[in-house]
Nanobody, 125 residues
Framework: QVQLVESGGGLVQAGGSLRLSCAAS????????MGWFRQAPGKEREFVAA????????HYADSVKGRFTISRDNAKNTAYLQMNSLKPEDTAVYYC??????????????????WGQGTQVTVSS
């Protein structure tokens, strides 16, 4: 069982930056591929970024490519999402997710078994 806790959300002006963190419990974090998703009001949850357990592979949604960076520190059981050049359309609740098994990047909600409670990111224009 894995528990995930996100932090780092907040209110930022357009063009600003935030770094989200996802702290995981459990000694096997280093073997879990991780992902970040977001859900805006009235919209479905969507993929943002993913990273393999070894951090050798990453993948991004087209809407954030070049602006967001996913990373992880397995020694700290923590994954990160660095968000730069934020836009109002990035406003959403951001969720981190983990799955056990596989050393690839996974972009579908159904591929993840564990989810955090979410952290709100609001970008003002």
């Amino acid at each position: 069982q894995v528990q995930l806790v996100e932090s780092g959300g907040g209110l930022v002006q357009a063009g600003g930056s935030l770094r989200l963190s996802c702290a995981a419990s459990g000694r096997t974090f280093s073997s879990y591929p991780m992902g970040w998703f977001r859900q805006a009001p009235g919209k479905e949850r969507e993929f943002v970024a993913a990273i393999s357990w070894s951090a050798t592979r990453t993948h991004y949604a087209d809407s954030v490519k070049g602006r967001f960076t996913i990373s992880r520190d397995n020694a700290k059981n923590t994954a990160y999402l660095q968000m730069n050049s934020l836009k109002p359309e990035d406003t959403a609740v951001y969720y981190c997710a983990a799955r056990s098994g596989g050393n690839y990047v996974y972009i579908s909600i159904s591929e993840y078994a564990y989810w955090g409670q979410g952290t709100q990111v609001t970008v003002s224009s």
